[in-house]
């Protein structure tokens, strides 16, 4: 299936771990994206790698760090994990013409509970 | 920066009509998308407007205005299945970024 996938779908764990989530995407696209969805459903852009080149760092804490190792890949590791980084994660890519995007295509996300 | 704002609720009858506005603030400006997210779901694609006026699929439409800085989704023959939440996102000039508006929350009742 043509696609953006993500695992894993839950990630349940305690304060002060480390996790990672994995993006990977099939649609031939050069830009990737990292979202963080609150519980008001507020979508936040954290990161956004072109063509493995970090080019959207938003205010986000240092605790969490993207890496793409390939265009078709995008994966989030958060360090020392806080309950205010409950959220659904999710990751997009999206084909970019000369800087401008407009239409993403969203992975199914991750919903990260810290307890 | 940029900025936009929708109503966060919206309540409608199936087989009704709703309109669900969007205005912005930008620093530069490409176009105004609209995407969909049913609960526990992904956002998904609906629509993309970069001129003035008004673009239909299907039971949706959407339309622009760049000089008013205001755009809206229109649902038509609404069903059940359009419960969801609906986002307005606009494209800045030249930065890879599309900024999502909060969301408006589509409740469809029988």
């Known amino acids: 299936d043509t696609a953006v996938s993500q695992t894993p779908k839950y990630l349940v764990t305690q304060m002060g771990n480390d996790k990672s989530i994995k993006c990977e995407q099939n649609?031939?696209?050069?830009?990737m994206y990292w979202y963080k969805q609150d519980s008001k459903k507020f979508l936040k852009i954290m990161f956004s790698?072109?063509?493995?080149?970090?080019?959207i760092n938003e205010t986000v804490p240092n605790r969490f760090s993207p890496k793409s190792p390939d265009k078709a890949h995008l994966n989030l590791h958060i360090n020392s994990l806080e309950l205010g980084d409950s959220a659904v994660y999710f990751c997009?890519?999206?084909?970019?013409?000369?800087?401008?995007?407009?239409?993403?295509?969203f992975g199914p996300g991750t919903r990260l509970t810290v307890t | 920066g940029q900025s936009l704002e929708q109503p966060s609720e919206v309540t409608a009858v199936e087989g009704a009509i709703v309109q669900i506005n969007c205005t912005y603030q930008?620093?530069?400006?490409?176009?105004l998308s609209w995407y969909q997210q049913h609960d526990g779901g992904a956002p998904t694609f609906l629509s993309y407007?970069?001129?003035?006026g008004l673009e239909e699929t299907g039971r949706f439409s959407s339309f622009l205005s760049r000089s008013d800085s205001y755009g809206y989704l229109l649902l038509q023959e609404l069903q059940m299945k359009d419960s969801a939440s609906y986002f307005c996102?606009?494209?800045?000039?030249?930065?890879?970024?599309?900024?999502f508006g909060a969301g408006t929350t589509v409740t469809v009742r029988a």
């Open positions: 997009a890519s999206s084909p970019t013409r000369s800087g401008v995007t407009y239409e993403q295509y």
């Open positions: 649609l031939g696209h050069d830009t």
């Open positions: 790698y072109n063509n493995k080149e970090l080019i």
């Open positions: 930008t620093s530069g400006f490409y176009g």
């Open positions: 407007n970069a001129l003035d």
């Open positions: 996102a606009v494209s800045p000039a030249g930065d890879y970024k599309l900024s």
